[in-house]
């Protein structure tokens, strides 16, 4: 059985290594610390449990955990704007490479008519939650959002009736061709164009008062 020395002990792939464990040819026992738990980093992503990885490396359960916390830690990392756009990246270099995948397969001269349209279904949808993805992180606009910041945009900021009526008709536009599923800014909405009739409504009272006031100063002089 073969040992593998010090000095290129690290050299050789961790798939290698698996290998010449399950063929017999490599006695687990020459493993390095940090060479094992790549052996339990990879037997774990294919979903194997402690207990096997265990049996298949010749150390106890407790180890196996010890060597997995270890990997948890050492892939650990601390929430930072320049971790978040490479793992964006990462994240959609990944979408795009199964979007590409699945594009092929459901183009491909091999499989049934209902196969390649579940494959361009599921490419469809790779992009989509790319996108819905890319929204989230703020990269692409999100239109609910959107029209929601515009109606409390004009919600606090002071202009007249006449003006207030031609915004509210603008995002009411917006609502209909866009916001249709959306009740939450549908009620939003209504609340807006009560409140704009409610200032108009005070304006014309308003407005009422000073013609009195001015007919009855006229009719004192």
């Known amino acids: 059985m073969e040992n593998i020395t010090d000095?290129?002990?690290?050299?050789?792939?961790?798939?290698?290594?698996?290998?010449?464990?399950?063929?017999?040819?490599?006695?687990?026992?020459?493993?390095?610390s940090d060479q094992r738990q790549d052996c339990v980093e990879v037997l774990r992503m294919e979903g194997q449990s402690y207990p096997v990885i265990a049996q298949l490396l010749e150390r106890n359960e407790k180890t196996i955990k010890r060597d997995w916390e270890a990997i948890c830690?050492?892939?650990?990392?601390?929430?930072?704007p320049e971790y978040a756009l490479?793992?964006?990246?990462?994240?959609?270099e990944k979408a795009n490479s199964k979007g590409d995948h699945l594009t092929r397969l459901s183009h491909s001269k091999e499989g049934s008519i209902q196969e390649k349209a579940q494959a361009e279904y599921y490419a469809w949808k790779v992009l989509q939650e790319a996108s819905q993805l890319l929204q989230s992180a703020g990269?692409?606009?999100n239109q609910p959002t959107r029209i929601e910041g515009e109606v409390r945009h004009y919600q606090q900021e002071d202009r007249t009736p006449v003006q207030l009526k031609e915004?509210?008709?603008?995002?009411?536009?917006?609502?209909?061709?866009e916001g249709k599923d959306n009740p939450v800014l549908k009620a939003k909405l209504e609340n807006l164009k009560q409140k704009v009739e409610e200032m108009e409504l005070r304006k014309q009272i308003n407005d009422l008062s000073d013609q009195v006031n001015n007919e009855a100063n006229k009719e004192r002089e």
């Open 139 to 141: 990269y692409l606009p």
């Open 73 to 80: 830690k050492r892939n650990s990392k601390k929430p930072s």
């Open 167 to 177: 915004e509210v008709a603008r995002i009411e536009n917006i609502v209909n061709e």
């Open 86 to 92: 490479r793992l964006i990246g990462e994240l959609i």
């Open 7 to 32: 000095k290129n002990q690290e050299e050789v792939p961790v798939y290698r290594v698996l290998k010449q464990i399950k063929d017999g040819t490599l006695d687990t026992k020459s493993l390095s």
